[in-house]
């Protein structure tokens, strides 16, 4: 019979999963603090340097340093600091195109030896662009060959081979963010101008959408005479769904609100509803809103006034559109 080999399963370590988590987030925790606790005037000048740019904020790196630096130039796109992201081999073969003399150029690499990133100093330099270095080395030939160098600072790894970037890629980011923030407050940059780069997100929504938007898809308009009964009141309800209708005159011009509610609150007094007038049961003084006015606006109008729907209105007070409750929370305002 041949010979047969018998698998060992391999014995798990006992480790305390638990304890080496909060090891690694302790030390990068006091690696953030260390440097916060060491900031100089390197990152004053790196500020103003950025500020008086007249062209963007080129960030450069290879391996975790581009991933990190890809981070940090969204994070610069979106408060208010134009940024791209140059990966040094492309930029080495044609990409530098993207770098111009007014251009502020920020390279990361944790030795400030990569050979990516030092291969492009030549080209930067001859373009005219001026150089910001994140190192964790000094005295490296990137910092050595930068106007502005930004230090993280000595620390540790986390992991404990000391060789996985954990510790340095994460003070990176957050002296990343640091920077792009300074750069927010300084460029005294508000909320709307986050929406304006953001306007598929819920604060776009918020800050840019406008009751004109929510109504030119559906442009749902239900409208009913005065003299006409709450039996054909009830029908225009029904066809368009919105539980209730606006009340105009012969000219088109707004009268009044009538609501699924006020119907059913006919009801409760007397049976001979269907047959009267809209003008006998709609409310004359209803709540309404005109296109130009912010969805998320409207939206607090309705919560405050406790309404369910709103009569959209021109400027000649009368009826162009109906929004329901429903339209406004299914846009996550």
Do not use: W
């Not at 060789?163 to 963010?177: F, R, W």
């Not at 066809?239 to 609150?265: E, N, S, Y």
């Not at 409207?298 to 209105?313: G, H, Q, R, S, T």
Request: proline letters at 4%; charged letters at 20%; glycine letters at 8%.
């Amino acid at each position: 019979m041949p010979n047969t080999i018998t698998a060992t399963a391999i014995q798990p370590v006992t480790t305390d999963y638990l304890k080496s988590m909060k090891e690694v987030l302790e030390k990068e925790a006091q690696a953030i603090l260390e440097l916060s606790n060491s900031l100089g005037t390197s990152m004053e000048d790196a500020i103003e340097l950025i500020l008086q740019c007249n062209g963007r904020v080129v960030i450069t790196g290879i391996g975790k340093s581009g991933i990190i630096g890809r981070k940090i130039n969204a994070t610069m796109a979106s408060t208010g600091t134009p940024s791209l992201f140059l990966h040094p081999s492309e930029g080495l073969h044609g990409d530098l195109g993207m770098v111009t003399g007014h251009d502020v150029v920020i390279a990361i690499s944790n030795s400030g030896e990569s050979d990516e990133v030092i291969n492009l100093i030549p080209s930067i330099k001859k373009i005219g662009a001026k150089m910001i270095a994140i190192v964790k080395n000094s005295q490296s030939t990137l910092a050595t060959n930068s106007d502005i160098v930004l230090n993280i600072g000595n620390a540790k790894e986390a992991c404990p081979l000391g060789l996985a970037p954990t510790t340095s890629t994460t003070v990176t980011l957050a002296l990343g963010d640091a920077l792009a923030i300074a750069l927010l407050e300084a460029r005294k940059f508000q909320p709307e101008d986050f929406a304006l780069y953001h306007p598929a997100g819920s604060l776009g929504r918020k800050l840019l959408l406008t009751v004109g938007n929510v109504v030119k898809t559906s442009r749902k308009n239900p409208t009913v005479f005065g003299d006409d009964t709450i039996k054909d009141a009830l029908f225009q309800m029904t066809a368009q769904g919105m539980g209730a209708a606006t009340v105009v005159d012969a000219q088109g011009f707004m009268l009044g609100v009538l609501t699924d509610g006020d119907i059913r609150r006919a009801f409760a007094l007397t049976d001979n509803v269907l047959e009267r007038k809209v003008e006998e049961l709609c409310n004359l003084t209803p709540v309404v809103i005109k296109e130009d006015v912010l969805a998320s606006q409207a939206l607090e109008l309705m919560e405050d006034k406790k309404v369910n729907v709103l009569p959209v209105i021109n400027e000649m007070h009368q009826p162009v559109a109906m929004i329901h409750l429903h339209d406004l929370m299914n846009l996550g305002l």
